[in-house]
T-cell receptor, first 114, second 107 residues
Framework: QVQVQESGPGLVRPSETLSLTCTVS???????LSWIRQAAGKGLEWIGR???????AYNPSLMSRLTLSVDTSKNHFSLELTSVTAADTAVYYC?????????WGQGALVIVAS | DIQLTQSPSFLSASVGDRVTITCRAS??????LAWYQQGPGKAPKLLIY???TLQRGVAPRFSGSGSGTQFTLTISTLQPEDFATYYC?????????FGQGTRLEIK
């Protein structure tokens, strides 16, 4: 059974870097993982995708501030978003990504505030 | 970016009803479309991928159809647990995008 879980600080100061980790367990190999976010009361926004090989694709709207990485030895995926503002406040999800986003974490609420 | 427009944005229906949600893409995405269900405070759940393939474990009352620019999600007989928000998603090209959502509420 594949399980996905996000972790990281729930509060980030404006202009600082938001860092999240996604851990995937359950024995799957050679897959994509996507990050998605959802502001309160809003729809879903795709942030970017990374394969276990390290290949990445980023949403152009975030590309200049975004870095996705993977540690395959631990099945840990990382998201770093620099220079955050209040507009980056959202629930952040990670999900395994094949023909659709099939396994999702429960989401991590990140609030950007001083 | 490929824009996905769902209609309606809000739908009121009763248990036992048949409902259809439409998703229109701003350009041809072949069959690279997925549908998700999201309950309040929960992560989205994949229902359909490849426009019409039912995800393993999803109830067969859900079905998807379409190709190119016009797609539909149909729930044949609404159950109480189906009242949620539904999103379509295109995976044809980057950036991956979602429709704005359709909120399905109990009449």
């Amino acid at each position: 059974q594949v399980q996905v879980q996000e972790s990281g600080p729930g509060l980030v100061r404006p202009s600082e870097t938001l860092s999240l980790t996604c851990t995937v367990s359950g024995g799957i190999i050679n897959y994509h993982l996507s990050w998605i976010r959802q502001a309160a009361g809003k729809g879903l926004e795709w942030i970017g995708r990374i394969h276990t090989t390290g290949d990445t694709a980023y949403n152009p709207s975030l590309m200049s501030r975004l870095t996705l990485s993977v540690d395959t030895s631990k099945n840990h995926f990382s998201l770093e978003l620099t220079s955050v503002t209040a507009a980056d406040t959202a629930v952040y999800y990670c999900a395994t990504d094949s023909q659709g986003f099939d396994y999702w974490g429960q989401g991590a609420l990140v609030i950007v505030a001083s | 970016d490929i824009q996905l427009t769902q209609s309606p944005s809000f739908l009121s229906a009763s248990v036992g009803d048949r409902v259809t949600i439409t998703c229109r893409a701003s350009q041809d995405i072949s069959h690279y479309l997925a549908w998700y269900q999201q309950g309040p405070g929960k992560a989205p759940k994949l229902l359909i991928y490849g426009a019409s393939t039912l995800q393993r474990g999803v109830a067969p009352r859900f079905s998807g159809s379409g190709s190119g620019t016009q797609f539909t999600l149909t729930i044949s007989t609404l159950q109480p647990e189906d009242f949620a928000t539904y999103y379509c998603q295109q995976l044809d090209s980057y950036p991956i995008t979602f429709g704005q959502g359709t909120r399905l509420e109990i009449k």
